[in-house]
């Protein structure tokens, strides 16, 4: 499975949602990536890349797009 | 009571927190003892005793902690933010970096703390999060307007955590203990502290394990639907 792979799986799963809504997702755009699904995201991210994110980047994930790019900063590339 | 629970516990090395680490090892804890200095829970490690050394206002050191516990356990329970300082001024002789040093370590830290625990309890949607408070945080007390307000404070976070991550199934709450018999007291004088055992309805001075045995109750499953509360651990002492 590729870093892309993992990283919308993370998204659907955690979210409930189709493959075809994380293009251009932003945050609060939908019901279910809300802060509680937010804090549920981060934590399966985590889990998936191995890696413990800093608070100043969990507030900033504002994106599916600026999430890819939050990543590159812990050595994950999607 | 906490058999296979991995706890951590800050502010480690003595008194309140010392006796936390020993009763939540006794009952079957993994325990990771949090000091500032190298050295210092030397003599409290055991084969469930694990030391980590890190100053809870280092968020680094905290990031370092959290990564350990994860890739060595997995998972964490239980958290108890213990680590504090206590500093008396009275009004209009208390300095801005007493102020400031007293809510690093009393308020930032601990809020810190609660976000990077939460989001393993999140993951397995379950957790103890016991924070440390006051007596005086409660009442106030002459002498401590900076500490009491930190602790008042650390009383506010509890409720406001608790009802945030109740629906993760997570338990959020505070013990206040009242006068302990631990360092943080030894400069009072003999005469001073008969005045203070007066003020207490038990008439003796609380220890660290009257604390530690409350806390031992918000650890395990015991408590499993109790949130959002905070304890006085006090004898009934007036203040």
Redesign the interface.
Known sequence: MTNLQKYENAFIETLGIEQNQTTNLEYQAIPEWDSIGHMSLITALEDVFDIMMDTDDIIDFSSFEKGKELLKKYDVQI | MLDNKVALVTGASRGIGKAIVEVFAKNGAIVYANARKEGDLDDIISENIIPLYFDVTD?SGI?NA??QI?KEQGRLDILVNNAGIMKDALIGMISGEVMREIFETNVFAVA?LI?FA??FM??QKSGSIINISSLVGVNGNKGQLVYSASKGAVISMTKTAAKELA?YNIRVNSIAPGIIDTDLHSFVGKEHMAERIAGIGMKRLGTPCDVANSCLFLASDLSEYVTGQVIGVDGSALI
């Open positions: 968020n990031k959290f990564s994860k810190e976000q939460s989001k999140i993951r629906q």
